[in-house]
């Protein structure tokens, strides 16, 4: 039983980190694009083969992926206007 309670204890606290670490991030402004529309702009460069990471930070999305020939591309959005920057 002891060992159940000290299981439950650890999840609870590590869980309950995690989301005090996720309030530290900034968020994307109230009017921002949806990130499934950037990604579908992504999508549609010439000889996208697929999406490895998309990250946020202040600056805005920034999505890494690799064309058909093997080439790795990273590629900043204003979430706003879903243009590169």
Do not use: C, H
């Amino acid at each position: 039983m002891r060992t159940v309670l000290l299981a439950t204890g650890i999840v609870v606290f590590l869980a309950g980190g995690a989301a005090f670490a996720a309030d530290d991030q900034p968020l994307p402004p109230q009017n921002a694009k949806k990130l499934s529309e950037i990604i579908a702009k992504v999508e549609q460069r010439k000889d996208f083969r697929y999406v490895k990471e998309v990250d946020w930070d202040s600056d805005g999305y920034t999505v890494t992926y690799y064309t058909t020939d093997k080439a790795k591309v990273e590629i900043t959005y204003d979430p706003v206007t879903g243009e590169p920057k």
